[in-house]
């Protein structure tokens, strides 16, 4: 898989490369003016043509690629100060080539680095002089000062037209991050859970608008005790999980009881999420605190009136409107003899008895889905096939548009039962 080339890298990359290509005529220009040696053209095709590929190939091949980059800004300000005192200072091109790397060691760097790169520059410059001696040849050609003055030019701008894609792209950024902090500010203001964000000690760095209905100001202050008001029992088992979770760096959920402003105890079931940083432990941890206490109270009164429903001696049958049993209490098996997961899942039909013909039943379900319930008394048969005599009473339970969705029954033993043969078929309907 080939690594993504990083921004700065790719983009020097390609000015570099255009740069150089135009730097290589107007200096090869000079250097034919001059007549001089080979060794001088080898050099300029070597530096202004194979150069640029030699730096990005440096930098692809480094563990940081930008900051290889940025040192190969250094390297250019060093040879073209070289290049500069062997050409005896043509004030032109000297001031191309100085100009252009001290532009891109501001734009990169700063103040500081285009001192830098003057300073890497007279170093070049200092070199070539202590090895060649010094010259000074400040004129040049109309045709070579002409191309220098426009190169300096059109590198100004396009390295400002650089610039200025990059400014834009950071102002998109910035509008973008702007947007979203905006959409998580109005979530996290608006969302009926407590939000918040805490230390590894349990201190307030940030509590969502929510918060406000149940604490008061003072107590959500950043730097405050988060589980201040966290019930007794719960509070250091919060504490400790909030460590762990810090120091895991996994999440954990947790129920909790919350005292409210008005001494309410609220209960919520709280996750603990961990806001990375690189590092353990964890200094900053999310907490999102769901209100389930209407929920814990709907599953109170679930659980007792399923309690009660299995401790009735009346037996009681559920059965889904497509006539599926759903659900039995002990009852229920007591009088038939069927085992709860005997007829669960089973069709309601599968436990008649031919004691009472269908279109008994087609009558009973007629009057439930007309008047809503039915009641009355008929034979019928256990599962051991003793016949005893039962009450029943049907009735519907309709969604909010009205359709059937349950039906339930409920029925008991009418006397004391008999064995044997069938006796007179009876019913009676209320």
């Known amino acids: 898989m080939v690594a993504e080339v990083p921004r700065l890298v790719g983009i020097n990359y390609r000015i570099r490369t255009g740069a150089f290509a135009y730097g290589f005529i107007v200096l090869g220009l000079q250097l034919f003016e001059r007549n001089a040696p080979l060794a001088a053209w080898g050099f300029l095709a070597l530096q202004f043509l194979a150069y640029p590929h ?4 440096r930098a692809l091949r480094s563990q940081h690629p930008t900051h290889a980059e940025l040192d190969n800004l250094l390297i250019d300000s060093t040879l073209f100060g070289v290049w500069s005192a062997y050409l005896g200072f043509p004030t032109w091109i000297t001031y191309a080539l100085l100009g252009s790397t001290m532009l891109n060691a501001t ?3 700063g103040l500081w680095g285009a001192l830098f790169s003057l300073a890497c520059s007279a170093a070049g410059a200092a070199l ?32 400002g037209f650089v610039v200025y894609r990059q400014n834009r792209r950071i102002l998109r950024g910035r509008e973008e991050l702007r947007a979203s902090e905006e959409r998580y500010r109005l979530i996290t ?15 307030w760095l940030y509590a969502s608008p929510s918060y406000a209905r149940i604490l008061a100001p003072e107590d959500t202050q950043p730097g405050a005790d988060a589980f201040r008001h966290v019930h007794p029992d719960d509070a250091d088992r919060a504490r400790v999980t909030v460590l762990r979770v810090a120091g895991t760096g996994k999440a954990r959920e947790l129920p909790l009881r919350l005292v409210d402003r008005d001494g309410r105890v609220r209960q919520y079931r709280m996750r603990v999420q961990p806001v990375e940083n690189g590092h353990a432990p964890r200094d900053r941890l999310l907490l999102v605190s769901q209100d389930v206490t209407d929920l814990r109270e709907s599953e109170e009164k679930l659980l007792l009136a399923a309690e009660a429903i299995e401790g009735m001696t009346q037996g009681i049958m559920i059965i889904c409107a497509d006539g599926t049993v759903q659900s039995v209490n002990r009852a229920f098996t007591d009088i038939t003899g069927y ?6 899942g089973q069709p309601e039909k599968a436990i008649r008895h031919a004691l009472q013909p269908p279109e008994f039943y087609d009558e009973m379900y007629a009057a439930v889905g007309r008047d809503g319930h039915w009641s ?3 034979w019928t048969k256990r599962k ?11 009735r519907a339970v309709r969604d909010a548009k009205g359709a059937v969705t349950h039906y339930v029954i409920v029925f008991y033993q009418a006397d004391g039962g008999t064995h044997g043969a069938h006796p007179e078929f009876g019913q009676q309907r209320g």
């Open 54 to 57: 030699l730096l990005y190939w």
């Open 107 to 109: 734009v990169n760097r």
């Open 128 to 159: 070539w002089i202590a090895l060649g001696g010094f010259h000074y040849w400040p004129g040049t050609s109309d045709l070579v000062s002409t191309l220098a003055f426009f190169g300096i030019l059109g590198y100004t701008c396009w390295v």
């Open 189 to 203: 203001e608006n969302a009926a859970d407590l939000i918040a964000m805490v230390d590894q000690d349990g201190r």
């Open 339 to 344: 085992e709860r997961d005997e007829v669960v």
């Open 376 to 378: 009355g008394s008929f």
């Open 384 to 394: 051991n096939g003793s016949v005893y005599r039962e009450w029943r009473g049907v």
